[in-house]
């Protein structure tokens, strides 16, 4: 069965302090990893998609990278203004399949 | 401004009661899709639609219908037989091919009075 996992739960963070969320996957055939930023009360943001094995992307300060079994969301001197649940979400199979969640990292960064 | 629409924001249903949520979006895309979220867990998929008149159901669709008549709308009927419709609903749509990066609408709250 295809599954998503997060890690931590809750992440509590000074501001400054970088650290890493986890999230590991078991599908077969990953057409893509998505990572999603999603504030109480609202939709989630995309951030980023990841295709394949050793690809990175950054976006101010939030890089995130893929491995065969993991991808992880490195925050960088993170601010206050970044705390929000972050979830990532795996496609797999066949074109126009939906997503699979995650049940989300909450970060909270405090100044 | 081209985005996703949902409404409306807060939604109060009575028992035997169906309610509608809207879901529009005007940046062209083929696939549509509604999710479900609940406190500590992760979005589940109601049902999708990757075509005009055509659906599929997700993992919870029992107690919900959809319809795909126009590539911009699908609408979500929460119907009586769901028994326990208090969520957060979300509508994300996409485009189809190689790259199908989903974005959602800001999510409809449905309460149960």
């Known amino acids: 069965e295809d599954q998503v996992t997060q890690s931590p739960e809750a992440l509590r963070l000074q501001e400054g302090e970088s650290s890493s969320l986890n999230c590991s996957y078991t599908v077969s055939g990953l057409r893509g990893l998505f990572w999603y930023r999603q504030d109480p009360g609202k939709g989630p943001e995309f951030l980023f998609t990841l295709y394949s094995a050793g690809e990175e992307k950054e976006k101010e300060r939030l890089k995130a990278t893929l491995t065969k079994k993991e991808s992880f969301l490195h925050i960088t001197a993170p601010k206050p203004e970044d705390s929000a649940t972050y979830l990532c979400?795996?496609?797999?199979?066949?074109?126009?399949?939906?997503?699979?969640f995650g049940k989300g990292t909450t970060l909270s960064v405090s100044s | 401004d081209g985005g996703i629409t949902q409404s409306p924001k807060y939604l109060f249903r009575k028992e035997g009661q169906n309610v509608t949520l809207s879901c529009e979006q005007n940046l062209n895309h083929d696939a549509m899709y509604w999710y479900r979220q609940d406190p500590g867990q992760g979005l589940r998929l109601i049902y999708y639609?990757?075509?005009?008149?055509?659906?599929q159901k997700g993992d919870i669709a029992e107690g919900y219908s959809v319809s795909r008549e126009k590539k911009e709308s699908f609408p979500l009927t929460v119907t009586s037989a769901q028994k326990n419709p208090t969520a957060f609903y979300l509508c994300?749509?996409?485009?189809?091919?190689?790259?199908?990066?989903?974005?959602f609408g800001p999510g409809t709250r449905l309460l149960v009075l």
């Open positions: 994300a749509s996409s485009i189809r091919g190689q790259q199908e990066t989903q974005y």
């Open positions: 639609s990757q075509i005009v008149n055509d659906f």
């Open positions: 979400a795996v496609q797999a199979g066949q074109a126009g399949t939906a997503l699979i």
